[in-house]
């Protein structure tokens, strides 16, 4: 008579408490991804602000570049300077002349130490121009 009983399968405490758990883990999961998602987003953005002020930084300076350039450029400035009715004028090459650098000092000369000018100790060659006569 057992055999004709309809069998029903319940479940057990311990089977729902592991459904329970298991759909928290889920939920848990769940929520972990979006939270991690919208923090790869957030640094994505972060850094595509990033990338475009590096960009517009390297275009600025490109763009500094290229106006510095045209103000150095020597047709320009010397148009520019008689456009502002400048004193300034070029300089013939004639007019220069070139005086050689003095050889270093050596361990055998007792010459006295001279003081040396910041545009000598920079580096410049030194020249002389009679400004007058031109």
Not at 1 to 20: F, Q
Not at 65 to 71: A, D, K, N, T, Y
Not at 79 to 103: G, N, T, W, Y
């Amino acid at each position: 008579m057992n055999r004709r009983r309809a069998v029903r399968e319940n479940l057990g405490a311990g089977a729902v408490i592991l459904l329970i758990l298991t759909a928290l883990v889920i939920a848990g999961a769940g929520v972990f991804h979006a939270f991690t998602k919208n923090q790869q987003i957030k640094v994505a953005r972060a850094l595509q602000r990033i990338e475009n002020r590096v960009s517009q930084h390297r275009l600025d300076i490109t763009n500094l570049e290229v106006r510095l350039e045209e103000q150095l450029n020597p047709i320009l400035l010397n148009d520019r300077l008689i456009q502002m009715s400048s004193d300034l004028r070029s300089i013939p090459l004639e007019a220069v002349k070139s005086i050689p650098r003095d050889p270093a000092p050596t361990a055998t000369r007792e010459a006295p130490v001279q003081q040396q000018s910041p545009a000598r100790r920079l580096g410049a060659t030194p020249s002389l121009v009679d400004l007058d006569s031109l």
